[in-house]
């Protein structure tokens, strides 16, 4: 090996990558706090699903690690994969809300909501609304592991939750930049 000027001292190069993570409909469970009912867990076609109402609050809960490989510095990503019956080009609201816990914390912390209104396509097609995102200084300088305690909630109430149709929950989908 040469030595003196001619020597590098590095470390091998690592490249980053965008990684998917999913969290499946029966990987959820419970009641969400901060809804007023459970979802009814069910099948749509041959999907397992939670359907949620068109008159009521509703929501599930999950949990979800964050990936030791992530990026510092660069956010997460939860999209939502969900149907609707009907003719759709109205809105549903989906609501994510999250406690963050890192290793040492106490498991009950203070909630952070996150909101997303997306145009339903109908005809149960699948669809994925769009992403709702959770800032990265949630997770830098934390205690490792960082836990993420999650609620899916379908705002039904809402002013601009506008279909009057169920709506099946089939997974969410985390998304975040990781070393590879």
């Known amino acids: 090996m040469s030595v003196g000027r001619y020597?590098?001292?590095?470390?091998?190069?690592y490249r980053i990558a965008t990684r998917r993570e999913e969290i499946y409909a029966?990987?959820?469970?419970?009641?969400?706090?901060?809804?007023g009912a459970d979802p009814t867990k069910g099948l749509t076609g041959q999907s397992p699903g939670w359907q949620y109402s068109a008159s009521v609050n509703q929501g599930v809960c999950a949990d979800y690690k964050v990936p030791e490989d992530r990026?510092?510095?660069?956010p997460i990503r939860v999209y939502l994969v969900y149907s609707m019956p009907g003719n759709g080009l109205l809105n549903i609201v989906w609501?994510?809300?999250?406690?963050?816990v890192p290793l040492g914390a106490a498991?009950?912390?203070?909630?952070?909501?996150r909101s997303v209104t997306d145009v339903t396509t109908g005809l149960s097609i699948l669809s994925m609304?769009?992403?709702?995102?959770l800032p990265a200084s949630l997770f830098d300088n934390e205690q490792k592991p960082t836990q993420l305690q999650l609620t899916f909630n379908r705002w039904a109430t809402a002013w601009d939750d506008t279909d009057p149709n169920v709506a099946n929950l089939f997974k969410a989908i985390v998304e975040y930049s990781a070393y590879v």
Do not use: C, F, K, N
């Not at 020597?7 to 190069?13: E, K, M, Q």
């Open 95 to 100: 609501v994510l809300t999250y406690v963050v």
């Open 7 to 13: 020597a590098r001292h590095t470390l091998p190069g």
């Open 26 to 35: 029966e990987d959820m469970y419970g009641q969400s706090p901060w809804a």
């Open 71 to 74: 990026v510092p510095g660069t």
């Open 129 to 133: 609304a769009d992403p709702i995102l």
């Open 107 to 113: 498991v009950t912390g203070v909630a952070t909501v």
